[in-house]
């Protein structure tokens, strides 16, 4: 939940990928599969530890990816009321963002970016929310740009920055048909400093998998590595 790529293909199809970044003592997560949620089927895969997600899909709708912290670094602070990734999947209870945003209850949950992709006919609605633990921030990107998140908990603003650059150099050298070329990116992207890198290693904490969604207008493929047992899963959902 640390890092998170978003690629416009064209109108009607993108890709949304993310690193997550755990403590190493943390238990192994799922890989994707589908799950009814608030009687939705949404795809996610899933954390055994509080039971929630990082980054979810409900096809023809919305994708939806989440990371630690909102504008800078705040002090964990718990008994949080609720798990941020059980907070992720209560969205498909309202599967809108507007109603999300002003029915639910977010107090006395840790702050947290959302990133909320939205299927509209066929166009797309790209949306940023910050919860800062008192008041939430909403904010609209231009769905046609390619945009990188970076958590605020484990990354400095210079190495944010650093980051951003490298995925522009990355676009760059790419074109719409190379895209999906994104995972690489996410695994191999960096300068050699391991609290740099894409594939993140500090202490205790590790950039355990990358999650990838490729969301198109007849089907979305979910790609799932496991970066501790080096295997990696694919799904196709039409």
């Not at 192994?28 to 599969?33: I, K, Q, V």
């Not at 980051?163 to 695994?187: A, G, P, S, V």
């Not at 205790?204 to 089907?219: E, G, N």
Request: glycine share 4%.
């Amino acid at each position: 939940m640390c890092t998170v790529t978003y690629l416009p293909i064209d109108a009607d199809s993108y890709l949304l990928t993310s690193n997550r970044d755990e403590h190493v003592a943390r238990k192994p997560a799922l890989p994707f599969a589908k799950y009814e949620i608030h009687g939705s089927e949404v795809y996610f895969p899933k954390d055994t530890h509080a039971h929630g997600s990082w980054i979810a899909h409900n096809r023809g709708a919305f994708t939806l990816c989440l990371l630690n912290g909102a504008f800078e670094p705040h002090k964990h602070m718990p008994p949080y009321r609720l798990s941020r990734g059980i907070m992720l999947l209560d969205f498909f209870e309202h599967n809108n963002t507007a109603k999300f945003i002003h029915n639910y209850r977010f107090n006395d949950i840790e702050p947290f970016t959302l990133i909320v992709v939205e299927q509209v006919g066929n166009k797309i609605a790209l949306t940023e929310l910050r919860w800062d633990g008192q008041q939430m921030h909403q904010r609209e990107f231009n769905s046609s740009e390619p945009k990188i998140w970076s958590s605020v908990m484990l990354y400095p603003q210079p190495v944010i920055d650093l980051r951003e650059k490298w995925f522009n150099e990355w676009l760059q050298q790419q074109t719409h048909e190379t895209y999906d070329r994104i995972t690489d990116f996410h695994l191999f992207a960096g300068d050699g400093h391991q609290a740099r890198n894409l594939v993140f290693r500090d202490g205790m904490k590790h950039t355990v998998s990358i999650s990838s969604i490729h969301v198109q207008a007849d089907k979305s493929k979910l790609w799932y590595r496991d970066l501790i047992t080096n295997k990696t899963f694919i799904k196709e959902v039409s």
